[in-house]
């Protein structure tokens, strides 16, 4: 069982760049979400899906886009990336009501 | 919006003693989870409390809830070199979107 499968692991991107993070669950859950951790930030949620078909902004949407394209992927895209958005970014995925989320092991995004 | 604020911040302890955090939200809950994420790692779910006043154990770790559900902490007894890493709280309000919005953790380094 693969779980959340997030890709890529590593990227690199020079301001102003745009790039999607894929993210995809093998788990049938309802519910998707986005989170980026910066140091001493905790967790701050960019975009859920609590279903799909719908998607709602979290904490922190400005700069990103997202994609419910199927029940199994939702997708984040930067359309124009700026050094603010270096960050290590979570792909997770929990049954509705959100009980217990499953993170992927995350991507690691530098903007030059 | 809903905030959930997350002491101490670091916590340095010699194997075998205990350790505590504590989390506090702005707004009532109607469930907290707890998650753990080892250096370099993804959070990894540990419980979730939804009745005031709960308390849960799983081995060394005791999770507790707060009568006005708005509070919430881990105790660990005699913290072992395994228990490094950064503990998680996460809050879900009111409605059954399934977001949650998370603490700024508490990263435990353990002495042997």
């Known amino acids: 069982n693969a779980g959340v499968t997030q890709t890529p692991k590593f990227q690199v991107l020079k301001t102003g760049q745009s790039m999607t993070l894929q993210c995809a669950q093998d788990?049938?859950?309802?519910?998707m979400y986005w989170y980026r951790q910066d140091p001493g930030m905790g967790l701050r949620l960019i975009y859920y899906?609590?279903?799909?078909?719908?998607?709602d902004k979290g904490e922190v949407p400005n700069g990103y886009n997202v994609s419910r394209l199927n029940k199994r992927e939702f997708s984040l895209r930067l359309e124009s990336a700026a050094p603010s958005q270096t960050s290590v970014y979570f792909c997770a995925s929990s049954r509705q009501g959100g009980y217990g989320y499953t993170f992927g092991s995350g991507t690691r995004l530098t903007v030059v | 919006g809903q905030q959930v604020m997350q002491i101490p911040q670091y916590q340095h302890v010699q194997e075998g003693e205990d350790f505590t955090t504590y989390c506090n939200s702005s707004?009532?809950?109607?469930?907290i989870q707890w998650y753990k994420q080892r250096p370099g790692g993804h959070p990894v779910f540990l419980i979730q409390l939804v009745k005031s006043g709960e308390v849960k154990k799983q081995k060394r770790l005791t999770f507790q809830f707060g009568e006005a559900k708005k509070n919430s902490s881990l105790h660990i007894t005699a913290t072992q070199t395994t228990d490094v890493g950064t503990y998680f709280c996460a809050g879900a309000g009111s409605g059954n979107t399934g977001k949650l919005i998370f603490g700024q953790g508490t990263t435990l380094q353990v002495k042997p």
């Open positions: 707004t009532t809950l109607s469930n």
């Open positions: 899906s609590a279903s799909e078909g719908t998607t």
């Open positions: 788990m049938n859950h309802n519910s």
